[in-house]
């Protein structure tokens, strides 16, 4: 299985920009994808993304944007 930098409760934002996310899961399809779920309001979306598109969001920068 292709690997990815990212795992379960790490909490990422598109490069695109966008809300921060969790990652929720991890596919074990070829190419791997990751499952995100973040809030739009009070509404919990979720989709899934290659993990190219994906960037890390440090604890600090999310704590300081809050």
Do not use: H, N
Request: a neutral charge; hydrophobic letters at 35%.
């Amino acid at each position: 299985m292709e690997q990815t930098k990212f795992k379960i409760g790490d909490i990422v934002r598109l490069k695109s920009g966008g809300p921060d996310m969790t990652v929720k899961g991890i596919g074990d399809s070829i190419p791997v994808q990751v499952q995100c779920q973040w809030f739009a309001g009070k509404k919990l979306e979720a989709g899934w993304f290659p993990p190219s598109s994906l960037l890390p969001v440090t604890e600090e920068k999310a704590d300081a944007e809050k």
